[in-house]
Nanobody, 126 residues
Framework: EVQLVESGGGLVQAGGSLRLSCAAS????????IGWFRQAPGKEREGVSC????????YYADSVKGRFTISRDNAKNTVYLQMNNLKPEDTAVYYC???????????????????WGQGTQVTVSS
């Protein structure tokens, strides 16, 4: 059974930090890039960041560059999203998803991802 399980969300004040984790199982982790998306109420799902597999190339939305860092531990089949200097506009449900490596250039398109987690809520208070 394919699973992507996010954890680490919560309530934090503006300027604070959170680290999200995405634990994967049930598929060949090394064959996929892993992306993070977020969706705020009334808004479309937005690509936040993505990391490739063997060479760990990373990609970020402009809105999070310099504040968020994505990383992966292939031995643990886990991807992390370190979020620093959080802002109220970062409030959303955050999802991780698995993208075939051949589609890496399309990382911002949610429709290209094969598997999704259930999401974790991040709330940033002002």
């Amino acid at each position: 059974e394919v699973q992507l399980v996010e954890s680490g969300g919560g309530l934090v004040q503006a300027g604070g930090s959170l680290r999200l984790s995405c634990a994967a199982s049930g598929f060949t982790f090394d064959d996929y890039a892993i992306g993070w998306f977020r969706q705020a109420p009334g808004k479309e799902r937005e690509g936040v960041s993505c990391i490739s597999s063997s060479d760990s190339r990373t990609y970020y939305a402009d809105s999070v560059k310099g504040r968020f860092t994505i990383s992966r531990d292939n031995a643990k089949n886990t991807v992390y999203l370190q979020m620093n200097n959080l802002k109220p506009e970062d409030t959303a449900v955050y999802y991780c998803a698995a993208l075939p490596l051949k589609l890496l250039r399309l990382w911002v398109l949610s429709s290209e991802y094969d598997y999704w987690g259930q999401g974790t809520q991040v709330t940033v208070s002002s």
